[in-house]
């Protein structure tokens, strides 16, 4: 999520990271325009995209656990390899995305075969290859539903989306009390209602609209409400997760790669762990 602005000293009173907030929103703005194209286009050009990204994550993903040198060429390529058959199974195949998660636990495991650490359990390297496979086959899949498929993906950024935004301008006006002052300081309770709020009430506004604008049929009524809180939760729990390992593996960002965010993952950790229970829960609700 956004990280509070930090002030100057009472000398000037001027923002001290104003440019560092300028530099975070046109990152999210270019990267929003880049999903939103993606998701437009869907099949080859999503799959291309997001594939990319989990790719990304997944490289990120082992430089927290620390790996360098050979290991980490061993993960990520054995990694990607399960990521891109993944992607193949679901694209080209269409296969449900839970059998398209087989290639990526086959992965993760061999992986966790191959690296042994002492001081790393090796649950860690076999959930790698699926946490960042999360990013990718899953919104395929849904995406590959036609019009519907397309709202769906849109629904999900903007619960993703909003639920950050709310958090962050709630938690910044009100403060109060600290959500959990040990995986991630800055957070706080009112900022966590005020995104789970706000990535409730917006996205279900925006598939009632295109309903009535579109044509476009989903999901409607106390179905919508639920998974759409329930999503918002997840999102904002995934943001949490992430913030917990870095601290577990003592980093603060997973990269630099994105200007004022830090790396892919720190930037997708609340998308991925909501486009995973997404899937999840509308294969079994089948929606």
């Not at 999503?46 to 620390?66: D, M, S």
């Not at 993760?108 to 990718?136: E, F, H, K, M, Q």
């Not at 590959?144 to 950050?164: H, K, M, N, T, Y």
């Not at 917990?244 to 965010?261: C, N, S």
Request: positive net charge; glycine residues 12%; aromatic residues 10%.
């Amino acid at each position: 999520m956004i990280a509070p602005i930090e002030t100057s000293g009472p000398e000037t009173g001027v923002p001290k990271r104003s440019s560092e907030l300028q530099k975070r929103v046109i990152s999210a703005l270019v990267l929003a325009g880049l999903a939103l194209g993606s998701a437009w286009y869907g099949g080859v050009v999503f799959a291309v995209v997001w594939g990319v990204a989990a790719i990304a994550v997944l490289r990120e993903w082992n430089a927290v656990l620390g790996l360098s040198g050979r290991p980490l060429w061993v993960s990520l390529s054995i990694g990607t390899l399960g990521i891109v058959a993944a992607i193949s199974l679901v694209l080209i195949d269409h296969f449900s995305p839970v059998i398209g998660f087989f290639p990526a636990i086959s992965a993760g495991i061999l992986i966790a075969v191959l690296i042994r650490r002492p001081d790393v359990s090796p649950l860690w390297n076999v959930l790698g290859p699926i946490y960042a496979a999360s990013v990718v086959v899953g919104p395929l899949a849904l995406r590959a539903r036609g019009p519907e498929g397309l709202l769906i993906i849109v629904w999900l950024f903007l619960v993703v989306w909003i639920s950050d935004i709310g958090a962050f301008f709630v938690g910044r006006r009100i403060g109060g009390p600290k959500l959990w002052p040990a995986v991630s300081p800055k957070k706080t309770w009112s900022g966590f209602f005020g995104g789970l709020i706000s990535g409730t009430l917006v996205p279900i506004a925006v598939v009632y609209a295109a309903k009535i604008v579109l044509a476009v049929q989903w999901i409607d009524g106390w179905l919508l409400l639920y998974l759409t809180v329930s999503t918002a939760l997840v999102s904002e729990l995934g943001d949490l997760f992430e913030s917990a390992l870095k601290r577990r593996f003592g980093v603060k960002d997973t990269g630099t790669i994105i200007p004022g965010h830090g790396g892919i993952m720190d930037r997708l950790d609340s998308y991925t762990a909501a486009a995973f229970y997404v899937v999840i829960i509308t294969g079994v609700i089948a929606v």
